[in-house]
């Protein structure tokens, strides 16, 4: 049977996905590590497009 392998996200590094694989998806410790101070730091964002307060009416007073 073929073992299934992936990329490190952080890195590239092929990883075997396999339950001994203990930081799977990544490689190691470190990448996984980097990983969480990424997201800590909120490096990654998903991009939100400028909105003009007049087009939506629902935020008008009462």
Known sequence: MQQRT???PQCGKKV???PASRFRPFCSERCKTND???WAQESYRIPESEKN???NPSTEPL
Request: proline share 8%.
């Open 6 to 8: 992936v990329n490190c």
């Open 16 to 18: 075997v996905w396999e």
């Open 36 to 38: 969480l101070s990424q």
């Open 53 to 55: 307060p007049q087009d």
